[in-house]
């Protein structure tokens, strides 16, 4: 496989949150407003959804997982039927 900063060339990547975005909660609002719609391109079917090592949901290809807020760096995997994969890590504080 060829990667771009860590991304496959095969047309599958994640493209939220971005490599190595730093995302802030705001302590005026109250957590359940406080998500991160996760998303990809180019997945094939459905995408499951890795955070830190733990499941967090399925999304449809063209569609996005809510994420709540979580302080700390975070690993976020994507997985599509066909079994192609996407990693990017980003910090929220």
């Known amino acids: 496989w060829q990667h771009v900063f860590g991304q496959p060339l095969d047309g599958f990547r994640i493209i939220a949150p971005q490599a190595d975005a730093v995302y802030l909660i705001d302590p005026t609002l109250r957590a359940e407003f406080q998500t991160l719609a996760i998303s990809t391109e180019g997945a094939r079917g459905r995408v499951r959804w890795t955070i830190d090592g733990t499941p967090a949901g ?24 066909s079994g192609r994969t996407s990693r990017v890590t980003f910090i929220v504080r």
């Open 58 to 81: 399925v999304s449809d290809a063209a569609g996005a997982l809510d994420w709540p807020l979580s302080a700390g760096r975070h690993v976020v995997i994507a997985e599509d039927d």
